[in-house]
């Protein structure tokens, strides 16, 4: 009989950054010789066609398999029900839960769910003594040893899987006017656009109106206090024909869009990892980046980094910063090669299969027969 693994997680959509992350792990284990099937309530027609599901949870035998790799990014109560029918090794993917906090002005449903996935981290890592856990940063994983000081041989640090690879680009070269600023991340409160929005709007009241920022992400209808809240920031501050939203954008576009810009600006309040950093750096962009839990580590050295802004001080800080990159080539050139090697170095396909695989062969080598293999 082939050794059956699961891997859990409630949604499963093939262009965002944890679908990204199954399928790594899918074709990984796949290519292994291992039977693999993705568990979980909702997959996009991609997933369907592609990959062997198991759907509706709660009607899923548990019993058919060997080991589960369960995505914990959010509340997932079936999710839980299922783990506690499963009684073989586990070994949990943490990608983070944003806090509740960033939600409770604008949705009383996140914010319960958000609230009730902290929670739950706190259960599972309880619940399961015996599981292992690999999380996407050294951020996430100082969470998970913040809950559980003893538990540092069960806690492992592993990269998401990513296409990365797709954005490479060789060209450094910064197009004419105007300046095209990028930032991709849905329209959630805990990503930053309103600083985005200020940083422009003091740029092109200091220092030149030729600039363009360009924002890629999903609006959400749970969240359409916060997008409109964004939205009266563009006009109150007169910068409509300085900002372009593009809501929904196929692979292709995004890529080209990414080819199309000169500099990456993040200034996210919350990220667990943040994989269009390091797109933007397989582009061939310069980053800047706040310093908020895993940004400093994922935008790797030689990237300029600083806090969150406040003031106006601060936004000019980061207006000023954004016209050095564009006027210096000498500076640009040097932070395109560093973020390349930034990637090369820490979050290349091998090197994320072999600290994935780090975490998951001590389950193997306590549980698995390898005549149990294809």
Request: hydrophobic content about 35%; proline content about 4%.
């Amino acid at each position: 009989m082939s050794y059956h693994i699961g891997i859990c997680h409630q949604h499963v959509r093939a262009g965002d950054a944890i679908g990204h992350d199954i399928y790594g792990i899918y074709d990984l284990l796949s290519s292994m010789g291992f039977m693999v099937s993705i568990v979980g309530d909702y997959f996009d027609d991609i997933t369907l066609k592609n990959k062997r599901v198991a759907e509706d949870i709660a009607k899923v035998n548990a019993s058919q398999f060997h080991l589960l790799i369960y995505h914990h990014s959010t509340y997932w109560e079936g999710g839980e029900q299922f783990l506690h029918r499963f009684h073989g090794p586990i070994l949990f993917r943490y990608h983070n839960v944003t806090p509740h906090l960033f939600f409770q002005p604008y949705s009383q449903l996140y914010t319960d769910i958000c609230y009730k996935g902290r929670e739950q981290t706190q259960r599972f890592i309880h619940s399961f003594p015996h599981a292992f856990w690999t999380a996407d940063s050294a951020h996430n994983q100082s969470e998970l040893i913040e809950i559980e000081p003893f538990g540092r041989k069960r806690f492992f640090q592993s990269p998401p899987f990513h296409r990365t690879q797709e954005f490479f680009s060789v060209s450094t070269k910064r197009s004419e006017n105007p300046l095209n600023i990028l930032f991709v991340g849905r329209f959630a409160p805990n990503k930053g656009h309103i600083h985005l929005i200020r940083t422009i709007y003091v740029y092109t009241a200091t220092i030149s109106e030729s600039i363009v920022l360009r924002i890629i992400g999903a609006q959400d209808p749970e969240l359409k206090e916060y997008y409109a809240e964004v939205i009266e920031e563009i006009q109150k501050l007169h910068v409509e024909k300085f900002v372009e939203i593009h809501n929904h954008v196929s692979h292709q576009e995004l890529k080209n869009l990414f080819y199309q810009s000169d500099i990456y600006l993040c200034l996210s309040e919350h990220e667990g990892f943040c994989v269009p950093i390091i797109e933007a750096q397989a582009a061939g962009l310069p980053v800047i980046s706040s310093n908020c839990c895993a940004l400093k580590e994922t935008i790797g050295s030689g990237q300029f980094v600083s806090d969150i802004p406040k003031t106006p001080e601060d936004y000019y800080f980061y207006a000023r910063l954004i016209h050095e990159i564009a006027t210096n080539s000498t500076l640009r050139n040097q932070l395109i090669e560093t973020g390349y090697q930034n990637i090369m170095h820490r979050f290349s396909i091998e090197k994320i299969e072999n600290t994935f695989l780090e975490a998951l062969l001590p389950l193997l080598e306590i549980h698995f027969n390898p005549t149990d293999i294809r």
